[in-house]
């Protein structure tokens, strides 16, 4: 199972690949949620994994996805290279000086400016205040473009029933 969410409004390393600052306006967020999504979770089967099905299975459930770019943030990846196998690019890990509360939701697209709002959870800080994923991006704009074309052609029905991830 692959599990697509709505990305965070900033990342560091996705504004450094897209060459952006860390502000964001109204515009730009609605822009980005239809260019951008996250792939948050990937769930295999244990009888499944090691067999290498799982990086090819990934790889179409992100070419089925109908956003032109995909994002991932991955602990794993400073020993696995599992989603490099399925097609992302490796942007680079995540370090952060300071390990406050504060600093750590900045990672995850927290807001800098708000003591309060933006933060993540203090449980979800204490699990992962160590931790520096590791940041991919899965360039699928040709099957994005194909999809919606697809869409618009049937007048938003597809028939990919028997294709869905």
């Known amino acids: 199972m692959c599990v697509f969410v709505s990305p965070p409004i900033s990342l560091t ?3 450094r690949f897209f060459d952006r600052s860390g502000r964001w306006e109204r515009t730009s967020i609605r822009t980005m949620n239809r260019q951008l999504v996250m792939l948050s979770r990937v769930v295999v089967h244990p009888t499944y994994r090691g067999a290498g099905v799982a990086a090819k299975f990934v790889r179409r459930s992100c070419e089925l996805c109908p956003f032109p770019w995909i994002e991932t943030l991955a602990q794993m990846g400073h020993i696995n290279p599992f989603f490099e196998r399925a097609g992302f690019a490796r942007v680079g890990s995540t370090r ?26 203090e449980e979800t800080y204490q699990k992962s205040r160590y931790a520096e994923p590791v940041y991919y991006i ?9 999809i919606r074309q697809a869409d618009t052609q049937s007048g938003g029905r597809t028939g990919r029933s028997d294709e869905r991830a």
Do not use: W
Request: glycine content about 8%; cysteine-free.
């Open 138 to 146: 899965f360039d699928n704009r040709e099957a994005a473009k194909k």
């Open 96 to 121: 952060s000086q300071r390990r406050s509360r504060t600093a750590h939701s900045a990672i995850y697209g927290g807001n800098r400016q708000s003591a309060s709002r933006g933060l993540v959870s």
């Open 13 to 15: 390393l996705r504004n």
